[in-house]
């Protein structure tokens, strides 16, 4: 029988549920993500996946806030930078979505690996709104769902993958927050559905006058994706996708900026401000680690241009 998962609560700190053996793993978890972050988090997840080795095999359900719980592996490299309370967790996805909050839209968390987006953007510090979690892999689905079971499976889930068209794929990769399905039929690995953003607008799962945040965290799909959401982003929809740090070219931006109807939006932590792009020299600055992806915005929607302007007009305030 699984034992209870540990316990934490990241606005008091305190760690419930853990053997001496797993409060020292806690620990050194901090520890290493408070060093770490001085060189954008290098290494720290295989030294967390090194330790993940000794400890037993059991969830931590960690508290976001009041209203919403976050389970994942104990020891988890990828995850378990959430210990250290002082981490945050893509931050300009947070800002907009906290901003939102009195927005009636929707999350489409494509790539929504074990749902930390739909359990937050559904809970009540975020306007309690409606998340549809979308992901391929059968072991993170699991923990996706688990993830939905623990909140009152108030978002929705879907096993699938996010491409260009409806179809079949394989998806391969060894880490679990890495999948996909770039590799074509020939990589190995699981086979998995393949929706288009428009096929959710087809099947009825959305609608053309809905509005909608898009999060696109599909490992390398990025511009096949946002070729299948043509009707999706004619509305009043929002891209949330990542820009690879180890791209000097900038692909997914230059796809955006030149092959779309789009506006090209970048949150600057230089001056804290969303900026619409013409031009992406400013990427070269931003992306200072080759390791990391940053997150870019594309929308034609007037509703939600006016709602980064208003971040911004927040953000002077606020400095």
Not at 93 to 112: H, K, M, N, P, Q
Not at 143 to 155: D, T, Y
């Amino acid at each position: 029988m699984a034992q209870p998962p540990i316990q934490f609560d990241r606005t008091s700190g305190v760690l419930e549920g853990a053997n001496p053996w797993e409060r020292m793993a806690a620990l050194a978890l901090v520890a290493g993500s408070k060093v770490s972050s001085l060189f954008s988090h290098r290494g720290y997840n295989s030294c967390a996946n090194l330790l993940r080795r000794t400890l037993p095999e059991r969830d931590i359900a960690i508290k976001l806030n009041p209203d919403a719980t976050f389970a994942f592996p104990y020891g988890d490299g990828y995850w378990s930078k959430l210990l250290n309370r002082s981490f945050k967790y893509e931050d300009e996805l947070e800002l907009l979505f906290r901003d939102s909050a009195d927005v009636d839209y929707t999350l489409l968390d494509c790539g929504a690996n074990y749902g930390y987006w739909s359990v937050l953007v559904s809970s009540k510090p975020f306007g309690s709104r409606h998340a549809v979690a979308i992901e391929p892999s059968s072991a993170n689905f699991a923990k996706l769902s688990n993830n939905a079971a623990i909140n009152g499976n108030r978002f929705e889930v879907m096993k699938s993958a996010i491409g260009a068209t409806r179809g079949m794929a394989r998806l391969s990769g060894t880490k679990h927050e890495a999948f996909s399905i770039a590799g074509g039929v020939d990589a190995g690995g699981e086979e998995v559905p393949v929706l288009a953003l428009d096929n959710l607008l087809d099947d009825g799962k959305i609608s053309p006058d809905g509005k909608y945040l898009i999060k696109l965290d599909v490992e390398g799909v990025e511009i096949e994706a946002i070729k299948g959401g043509t009707r999706v982003l004619q509305g009043d929809a929002v891209i949330l996708c990542e820009e690879h740090g180890n791209d000097p070219n900038h692909t997914v931006s230059r796809y955006i900026l030149e092959q779309t109807p789009l506006k090209l939006i970048v949150h600057d932590p230089a001056s804290d401000r969303f900026e619409t792009l013409s031009e992406l020299s400013i990427l070269d600055r931003i992306k200072v680690a080759s390791h990391v992806g940053y997150n870019v915005f594309g929308t034609s929607s007037a509703f939600w241009l006016d709602r980064f302007n208003r971040l911004n007009t927040a953000s002077r305030r606020v400095h």
